[in-house]
Nanobody, 121 residues
């Protein structure tokens, strides 16, 4: 019963900032790559940013220079600092983690429930 719980979403004006957090809880043996994905209405879910357990990051071209992904391994938490937000950033943001539970023997792709980010003009 590993869970990922996102927080920090909400309405924001264009040009503003939000900081999303995602905490993994439960009996976790190891967490590998964590990331953020987003989905706008009527569109496919897309990768926003990922970060490995060692801190290597990658970003979608559309958010480079504006978003920063980070993590605190001791807290099993990943963050997404979003600056200079644009209306096209609007969507449901999902936390993702590739992890092994204490009783598991394989990597599992785990998703949070999502948090809404709405950027107004």
């Amino acid at each position: 019963q590993v869970q990922l719980v996102e927080s920090g979403g909400g309405p924001v004006q264009a040009g503003g900032s939000l900081r999303l957090s995602c905490a993994a809880s439960g009996s976790i043996f190891s967490i590998g790559t964590m990331g953020w994905y987003r989905q706008a209405p009527g569109k496919q879910r897309e990768l926003v940013a990922t970060i490995t357990s060692g801190g290597s990051t990658r970003y979608a071209e559309s958010v480079k220079g504006r978003f920063t992904i980070s993590r605190e391994n001791a807290k099993n938490t990943v963050y997404l600092q979003m600056n200079s937000l644009k209306p096209e950033d609007t969507g449901v943001y999902y936390c993702n983690a590739n992890l092994i539970s204490d009783w598991g023997n394989r990597w599992e792709d785990t998703w949070g429930q999502g948090t809404q980010v709405t950027v107004s003009s």
